[in-house]
Nanobody, 118 residues
Framework: QVQLVESGGGLVQAGGSLRLSCAAS????????MGWFRQAPGKEREFVAN????????HYADSVKGRFTISRDNALNTVYLQMNSLKPEDTAVYYC???????????WGQGTQVTVSS
């Protein structure tokens, strides 16, 4: 079983940037598609981005395209989310997860809070 720990969240002004990290332990994630998700207060968790094991394919939610970049370092067993031009509506708890069979995700981390002030 893999354990995921997110970090890098914080309070930032609109237009600012943050870089989130998702560190995996317990087993390698180098052959797994990894995803970032977020959940704002009172809303359901939503997909943000994912990246295949080779980094060849990356998908983004329309709301973050052109502003967020997902990347990974398989040697470090870590996935990143670079967030630029942040908006107040990006405020949420951000989670990473491992994609498993059927396109589902599991092994959710505890999340990291991102708050964007206007």
């Amino acid at each position: 079983q893999v354990q995921l720990v997110e970090s890098g969240g914080g309070l930032v002004q609109a237009g600012g940037s943050l870089r989130l990290s998702c560190a995996a332990s317990g087993r390698t994630i180098s052959m797994s598609t990894m995803g970032w998700f977020r959940q704002a207060p009172g809303k359901e968790r939503e997909f943000v981005a994912n990246i295949t094991w080779s980094s060849f394919t990356r998908h983004y939610a329309d709301s973050v395209k052109g502003r967020f970049t997902i990347s990974r370092d398989n040697a470090l067993n870590t996935v990143y989310l670079q967030m630029n031009s942040l908006k107040p509506e990006d405020t949420a708890v951000y989670y990473c997860a491992v994609q498993v069979e059927g396109g589902r995700y599991n092994s959710w981390g505890q999340g990291t809070q991102v708050t964007v002030s206007s």
